[in-house]
């Protein structure tokens, strides 16, 4: 069991910790001060529950290995998130509707995996969901505001919605560790929770009065250590240090 | 007289006897409030000076934050954002209480990008590696909360409370930086190379953030007067200096400055000549980091723009639809 708990919480850590190393590039840069502030928050929350996972997976891991080791010394075919959280930050549009699709799904799943049969991890989601649940109804209000507001906004936030529905199904990925602790109540079955989150996202975007694209590309691999691009530039950034002067203190 | 050649927002001579009073409340320690009757001079120094501060910190999120996504560990990355979001919020309490002087963040702002108002010069230096993050906590935030304290008692009620708040968050920024360089000094070679360079890189840059030598400070004089300012610029420097020079010696890094030696005498440390036309040259704009640093705050701003007017539009139509 530990071979499949410790990849699925490689697969949670690496999805938030992925995002939340996205947001941070806004820090300084927000569209307005107050907003920046909320970036940064949420960007920081996020970083939280990754070291929590990590901590965790490292625990329980075979292999003598740190938080940081896991975070800072595995390379792209080793990380588990969905591609959705390693595309470029975009514009704040691109940003919002990121954001609201996984805080969508993370609440959800958190809410769930509260009642996980593994303690630590019900302990992890039942923080982490407080604090989702708040950038949830943060990224919802923004997908409004932006669909509802100027002309300029709306084209920018349909954009961002052509360009990344298609990323999402992936969320909803197993592979035979998964539906292994899909079958011991550890994790819920994600087919269940894509329904609902279907529901909740096809109520959001008919308020936006935006269009679902008919058809693109449907992204996968993220499970597999099968990533886009944008993830080896991501890591090059991220473990740059810890990579060229290996062994050191920070 | 003091009040000699102040006028009101008109041009035209204070009244002497509210002067006199407004003179008698701050001698007697009294807090200016925004509601409160103020010379006009007191109420445009305190717009210069705090709208200077707020754009220090938000110019000042950019050094650090060119580091957010490199930090080295988890651990240090959470801490490296929180004190640059930290700054946004010291930059956001401040505009607030500047506000209350009668001038809107939006024209504040533009002063900013406009280059008509300044900010700390020593933004205007890079952060090549990781340790200008240890070294810009330790010395920057060093020498800012030498500055910040005493205007915790500002004779502007607004001010002296959002310094309060902010003083709390600048030692937590202090004594971070001073763990990054205890960390990096007591680590590998290279890593004790790249404290020295960052304090090399940082010392008199941040010996120049009290400003210009008393003999030359125009505004300082007025400023004591009115209680805006408790302490002179050559003062403060020399209380960081003193406390900094054993610091440094605690981490076994020297400080780059040949003339530096402890006076017998006076109790304190002697220390060399400040490149003075390197202060003005960055402080007329041309540092090394001046025209990336603005450009950054512009871009923000120009992409920004869609964002402030949809969220305008929304809460206008929600409120014609209520």
């Known amino acids: 069991m530990n071979k499949a708990l410790e990849h699925y919480l490689l697969r949670l850590a690496d999805t938030a910790l992925t995002q939340s190393q996205r947001l941070a590039e806004w820090c300084g840069h927000g569209p307005f001060l107050e907003e920046d502030i909320a970036l940064t928050n949420v960007a920081l929350d996020l970083l939280g529950h990754a070291k929590l996972l990590?901590?965790?997976?490292?625990?329980?891991?075979?292999?003598?290995?740190?938080?940081?080791?896991?975070?800072?010394?595995?390379?792209?075919?080793?990380?588990?998130?969905?591609?959705?959280?390693?595309?470029?930050?975009?514009?704040?549009?691109?940003?919002?509707l990121k954001q609201y699709f996984l805080d969508?799904?993370?609440?959800?799943?958190?809410?769930?995996?509260?009642?996980?049969?593994?303690?630590?991890?019900?302990?992890?989601?039942?923080?982490?969901?407080?604090e989702t649940r708040y950038h949830l109804t943060r990224s919802r209000d923004w997908c409004l505001r932006l669909s509802l507001s100027t002309d300029e906004a709306k084209?920018?936030?349909?954009?961002?919605?052509?360009?990344?529905?298609?990323?999402?199904?992936?969320?909803?990925?197993?592979?035979?560790?998964?539906?292994?602790?899909?079958?011991?109540?550890?994790?819920?079955?994600?087919?269940?929770?894509?329904?609902?989150?279907?529901?909740?996202?096809?109520?959001?975007?008919?308020?936006?009065?935006?269009?679902?694209?008919?058809?693109?590309?449907?992204?996968?691999?993220?499970?597999?250590?099968?990533?886009?691009?944008?993830?080896?530039?991501?890591?090059?950034?991220?473990?740059?240090?810890?990579?060229?002067?290996?062994?050191?203190?920070? | 007289m003091y009040s000699q050649g102040l006028q009101d927002a008109k041009g035209g001579p204070e009244p002497e006897a509210l002067l006199k009073a407004f003179q008698k409340r701050i001698d007697n320690e009294e807090k200016i409030e925004p509601r409160d009757w103020m010379p006009e001079a007191y109420r445009k120094t305190l717009i210069r000076q705090m709208s200077q501060h707020a754009h220090s910190e938000i110019v000042g999120q950019l050094p650090e934050g060119n580091w957010i996504t490199r930090a080295p560990t988890l651990k240090r990355k959470m801490i490296l954002l929180a004190k640059v979001q930290d700054e946004a919020g010291h930059g956001l309490y401040i505009y607030s209480a500047t506000e209350t002087l009668g001038i809107t963040r939006e024209e504040m702002t533009r002063q900013l990008l406009s280059g008509e108002a300044k900010y700390s010069s020593i933004f205007n230096y890079p952060t090549p590696s990781w340790a200008d993050m240890g070294a810009i906590g330790w010395l920057v935030d060093g020498a800012a909360i030498m500055n910040q304290v005493p205007l915790c008692r500002a004779s502007y009620g607004p001010y002296a409370r959002s310094m309060i708040r902010i003083c709390k968050e600048e030692s937590f920024h202090?004594?971070?930086?001073?763990?990054?360089?205890?960390?990096?000094?007591?680590?590998?070679?290279a890593q004790k190379k790249m404290a020295q360079d960052a304090l090399n890189r940082t010392w008199w840059p941040a010996l120049m953030m009290f400003g210009p030598s008393d003999k030359d400070s125009k505004h300082s004089a007025q400023s004591m007067k009115w209680k805006i300012k408790r302490f002179?610029?050559?003062?403060?420097?020399?209380?960081?200096?003193?406390?900094?020079?054993?610091?440094?010696?605690?981490?076994?890094?020297?400080?780059?400055?040949?003339?530096?030696?402890?006076?017998?005498?006076?109790?304190?440390?002697?220390?060399?000549?400040?490149?003075?036309?390197?202060?003005?040259?960055?402080?007329?704009?041309?540092?090394?980091?001046?025209?990336?640093?603005?450009?950054?705050?512009?871009?923000?701003?120009?992409?920004?723009?869609w964002v402030r007017k949809a969220a305008d539009v929304y809460q206008q139509n929600q409120q014609d639809a209520a």
């Open chain 1, 54 to 96: 990590y901590e965790q997976a490292a625990e329980i891991s075979d292999r003598d290995v740190s938080a940081d080791d896991l975070a800072f010394l595995r390379d792209v075919d080793a990380f588990k998130n969905p591609l959705l959280t390693e595309l470029p930050r975009g514009d704040f549009a691109y940003t919002t």
């Open chain 1, 104 to 130: 969508q799904f993370n609440v959800l799943l958190y809410a769930a995996l509260k009642d996980s049969q593994y303690e630590p991890l019900a302990e992890i989601a039942t923080k982490a969901l407080k």
């Open chain 2, 232 to 305: 002179s610029n050559d003062d403060l420097r020399q209380k960081f200096v003193d406390v900094t020079v054993p610091q440094a010696e605690h981490l076994g890094l020297t400080i780059p400055d040949e003339d530096l030696k402890w006076n017998e005498e006076t109790g304190h440390y002697d220390f060399g000549e400040i490149d003075w036309d390197e202060f003005i040259n960055v402080i007329k704009g041309n540092g090394p980091c001046n025209k990336e640093r603005l450009a950054a705050r512009q871009n923000a701003h120009d992409e920004g723009q």
């Open chain 1, 155 to 250: 084209q920018k936030i349909q954009a961002a919605l052509d360009d990344l529905y298609f990323y999402t199904p992936e969320l909803f990925e197993t592979d035979d560790d998964l539906n292994q602790l899909i079958a011991e109540s550890i994790m819920p079955d994600l087919s269940v929770l894509k329904e609902h989150w279907q529901e909740q996202v096809d109520e959001l975007l008919n308020e936006c009065q935006l269009q679902v694209p008919k058809s693109g590309w449907v992204a996968t691999g993220g499970l597999r250590g099968e990533h886009s691009e944008h993830l080896g530039y991501m890591l090059a950034d991220m473990q740059f240090l810890q990579r060229a002067y290996p062994g050191c203190e920070w």
């Open chain 2, 174 to 189: 202090q004594r971070q930086g001073y763990d990054i360089m205890t960390v990096l000094a007591r680590g590998s070679e």
